[in-house]
């Protein structure tokens, strides 16, 4: 049992449409996270959720937007997709969030045509 | 600007040797470090952290040193085997990021372990 999903694991979408990415957890973890990872840059913090409702942030946040609104789903929305945006996207989730390790979903791989 | 650098984009050693994997920081802030392995098409997984109260910690082949006078942390995995071969990422979180837990990652390293 993974404990984390995320969906789809792969999709192709066309530039300029919306496209929402969904993590789900079976948990009950407090803290939840989207990353994208790309060649040269690592994994990089979009968004992050400290609870129900509650989101921030993160470094790369400009044409992305997320939602909360039960523990165990975290969505993640690009507004207008853009082929900048083709990367990667792991969610990830964690306990304690300071000082805790994370547990990372498998991945969706978009693709922005 | 990267807070937390990777400079070696790959690394490659014989089976059975050492392998050494090293990550550098700016952000004095950071005090909690972490390893995650990565296997392709796969998330990545954790391997081993240190508080910045150690300056080393070990678990089976994997231990991780700190130097903080040097902003500088390393991954030894003696001895090195063939399915160590993978993505190696480093990850800092610090009081900066309050208690939310936020870890930025370095670029990554690509392990290849030779038989």
């Known amino acids: 049992d993974a404990g984390i999903t995320q969906s789809p694991r792969h999709k192709v979408t066309e530039t300029g449409t919306p496209v929402t990415l969904r993590c789900h957890q079976t948990?009950?973890?407090?803290?939840m996270y989207w990353y994208r990872q790309d060649p040269g840059h690592g994994l990089r913090l979009i968004h992050y959720s400290y609870g129900v409702k509650d989101t921030d942030k993160g470094e790369v946040s400009d044409g992305y937007s997320v939602s909360r609104s039960k523990t165990e789903d975290f969505l993640l929305t690009l507004e207008s997709a853009t082929s900048s945006q083709t990367s990667v996207y792991f969610c990830?989730?964690?306990?304690?969030?300071?000082?805790?390790?994370?547990?990372f979903g498998s991945g969706t791989r978009l693709t922005v045509v | 600007d990267q807070q937390v650098k990777q400079n070696s984009p790959s690394l490659s050693v014989q089976e059975g040797r050492i392998s050494i994997l090293n990550c550098d920081y700016t952000n004095s802030m950071f005090d909690y470090f972490l390893w995650y392995k990565k296997y392709p098409a796969e998330g990545p997984t954790f391997l081993i952290s240190i508080s910045s109260i150690k300056d080393k910690n070990e678990d089976g082949r994997f231990t991780v040193f700190l130097n903080k006078s040097a902003k500088h942390l390393s991954l030894h995995i003696v001895p090195s085997q063939p399915g160590d071969s993978a993505v190696y990422f480093c990850?800092?979180?610090?009081?900066?990021?309050?208690?939310?837990?936020?870890?930025?990652f370095g670029q990554g390293t690509t392990l290849q372990v030779k038989p």
């Open positions: 990830a989730i964690s306990e304690r969030g300071r000082g805790d390790g994370y547990t």
């Open positions: 948990e009950n973890h407090r803290y």
């Open positions: 990850a800092a979180s610090g009081y900066g990021s309050g208690n939310t837990g936020k870890l930025i």
